[in-house]
């Protein structure tokens, strides 16, 4: 999707495909927030939260099996975002070394996604939506595995420049704050703009960068809304900085919002590993479908067992607290459903209507062969 979007302080168009334009964004909400010499990174905040929040489920961007077999690299797009909590738990809990693999989970920005198939990622944990996006291209990406069976985003509005919100039309004339432009919380902002009949014209969509920078934006008024996943949220929330107006996290919310349920993360694979290594795919899925089996009966005490020993967890109720947020949003068994996959195509296709004629006659961009074998196994 090409798109742009007026530059909240000067009024100017900003492609949303231009880095060096979506960083001038971020060092504008820098400046304006105090923030000291740039903007916070990724990085920054996912070792803020990984300390205060989520204790050493993953204590940095690359965490390590032990064992000697097969060495893969796992990728998530921000490590401290909780939609990654499965493929976290399946490292922490030994799922992976289980199956043989010695993994490193790596950092890697979405925007980057379908440049890197063949870059030495083996696994990516992304919406699914971005295997749309490439699906026609010989290094394509597969889903194997459904971590989300829902977008895992909430929208919140500002309490402080919109008080008396009613509806997505008073978002007209402000501003919008996502990580990063044209991504996946960006198109499904767009969907819903869309059908409130709101203008892309009237509202400006602002790269963020970080969730901390997102903290700072939405507190000092420099974004009206923000639309982001957990724990970002719940922490905006619980400070009674936002109110939370659409919650794509419940299944029900999202098949209300979106006439059906749209699958959020997957566990993607480029497509030529399935037919070159399908043992090591499976045991992919194995570990991912086992940790979401785990965490569907797990208690408030077993995530935090979870956990290892920390001197740096301040906040474990605001740590349970996103983790319930999200419960609802977890695939129940890895696999996706023929409609959820329709509907996600179907909203692809009113965002892009020029995809619509080439995407249809395309095989689909998932397959439920590896995660039959997981259900077997695990009793699922």
């Keep these: 999707m090409s798109q742009t979007f007026g530059d909240f302080t000067k009024g100017e168009a900003t492609d949303a495909k231009n880095p060096s334009a979506s960083y001038a964004l971020q060092m504008e909400v820098h400046e304006k927030t105090g923030l000291t010499d740039k903007p916070f990174t990724r990085r920054q905040w996912t070792r803020w939260v990984l300390t205060s929040c989520l204790g050493a489920i993953c204590i940095s961007p690359s965490v390590y099996a032990q064992t000697e077999k097969a ?17 976290l738990l399946a490292q922490q809990l030994g799922y992976f070394k289980a199956e043989g693999l010695l993994v490193d989970i790596v950092e890697q920005p979405v925007n980057v996604f379908a440049a890197n198939a063949s870059a030495g990622m ?14 026609s291209r010989e290094d394509a990406w597969r889903s194997v595995v459904q971590i989300g069976r829902t977008p895992q985003l909430a929208l919140g509005v500002s309490k402080k420049t919109l008080p008396g919100f009613k509806s997505l039309k008073d978002l007209e004339g402000h501003r919008i704050g996502v990580m990063e432009l044209d991504t996946f919380a960006h198109r499904c902002m767009d969907f ?6 709101v203008s892309h014209q009237r509202v400006s969509f602002i790269p963020l960068g970080s969730s901390l920078n997102a903290v700072q934006a939405m507190r000092t008024g420099l974004v009206d809304a923000v639309v982001a996943t957990d ?27 979106f006439a059906g349920l749209l699958p959020g993360n997957s566990w993607c694979v480029p497509k030529a590993l399935l037919s070159k290594d399908p043992q090591t795919c499976q045991a992919l899925v194995n570990a991912v479908v086992r940790a979401l089996k785990w965490l569907r009966t797990a208690g408030p005490s077993d995530l935090l067992h979870a956990m290892a020993d920390s001197a740096f967890l301040p906040d474990r109720a605001m740590y349970l607290n996103a983790i319930e947020n999200l419960r609802d949003s977890f695939s129940v068994d890895g696999s996706m459903a023929p409609d959820a996959y329709a509907n996600a195509l179907r909203i692809h296709h009113v965002l892009e ?4 004629s080439t995407r249809s006659s395309l095989a689909p961009t998932y397959t439920n062969e590896f995660v039959v074998g ?5 009793n699922i």
């Design 71 to 87: 060495r893969l690299i796992l990728a998530v797009d921000e490590v401290s975002s909780l939609v990654h909590l499965p493929v």
């Design 122 to 135: 083996v696994a990516w944990s992304v919406p699914f939506s971005q295997t749309l996006q490439n699906s």
């Design 192 to 197: 819903m703009l869309l059908q409130a009949g």
């Design 231 to 257: 724990p970002l949220m719940t922490v905006l929330d619980k400070r009674g900085d936002i109110h939370i107006v659409r919650n794509l996290r419940s299944a029900r919310e999202t098949t209300r919002v």
């Design 353 to 356: 209507p020029t995809s619509a």
């Design 374 to 378: 997981a259900k077997k196994r695990f």
